[in-house]
């Protein structure tokens, strides 16, 4: 039965391509649309123990993957040819989301530990359906350049923030500087775990030459390390993403030789990305949906209004051009892969909020996946 949904999950995925490439929906949206359809809440086509059983590690897995290939907008030459900018930006449309969206919520509920949760969760962008959508539009130019820059960036910043914000929620006011020595080292040895993967597998990468099969043994380097590096975190309990954007990084500032562990990569990304979005898809529940529809239309407002907000006023003090100040805020709204993996971390963390949390964040993922990619879609066409 296993195998026969799996198949099944894929060729939606190849359902999900032909419709991303015929319509303005993007393809993730289709897919986090058929999740939607399939699950519990559907048709029940799948059951609920798949999902328990798939969907966790398939994240830690997908993130791990996403984080290595943005951690290559993050070598040495890239942040040299546009850091400043792009850290600019990123720095200020995670701290304005953070901001907005954590007072917004505090107002709402007056609970300031799930205030916080949900402002850091706010702060991640979506690499995967950003990519994806700046892939498929086949525009390449300063503004897609930038935005991809910034995205990569900004949720590693976000990552940081979620983190600082988790454990002060967790620990309580009382213990601030306790919560931010935690998160200091969380986030610095997730770093490291990734650094020191990265050393021997830029190493590695390209030194085996097999003839006609050359290519094969840098394919099983790229998944054996990422792998690894998703299992190394789990088992110590740090940052998937965090350490994966490390190693990506590195990977691409000291193996310059060559860049195709990235592309072995994203080679096989997409199967997994396919079992990823539609099992969020089909992880949430409609009928939990009238406790916390409210909440998901004030949580979209707030972020939406921290990210334009947050974005506009950095690429004003950054002195940027007159498109990022205007578009570049609307283009950062898509959220999905890093915002579920933030969700499932905090529900874990703090069980009392755990259903809470991931519903709120799953609808609103599944709203902000059907709008906001094709929102993205418009505003690179209309940037010249």
Known sequence: MTLLT????????????????FTPLPRITVLLISGLLIGPSGFALI???FISDWFEPLTNVALTMIGFLMGQKLSIKALKKNGNLAMV???GKVLGTALVVSL????????IALALILGGIATATDPAATYDVVHESGISNSFTNDLLSIVAIDDALGLIVF??????????ASLVPEALLSSTVHIIASLLVGAALAVPMSYLTGRLDFGQREGEPIQ???IGFVLVCAGATIFFELSPILAAMAMGSVVASIATHHNRPFHAIEGIEWPFMILFFILAGASLHLDQWQDVGWLVVIYIFARGLGTYLGTSLAAKTAGADTATKRWMGLALMPQAGVALGMALIA???MPNYGELILTLVLSATILLEIFSPMLTGWVLRKVP
């Open 89 to 91: 930006i990123a720095l």
């Open 163 to 172: 983190s600082l914000l988790l454990t002060l929620a967790i620990t309580g």
């Open 220 to 222: 099983a380097e790229a």
């Open 104 to 111: 917004l919520m505090w107002l709402v509920t007056g609970n």
């Open 6 to 21: 799996l198949g099944g999950l894929f060729l939606i995925g190849l359902i999900a391509d032909i419709v991303g490439r």
């Open 347 to 349: 529900s874990q963390q």
């Open 47 to 49: 059951s609920d123990v």
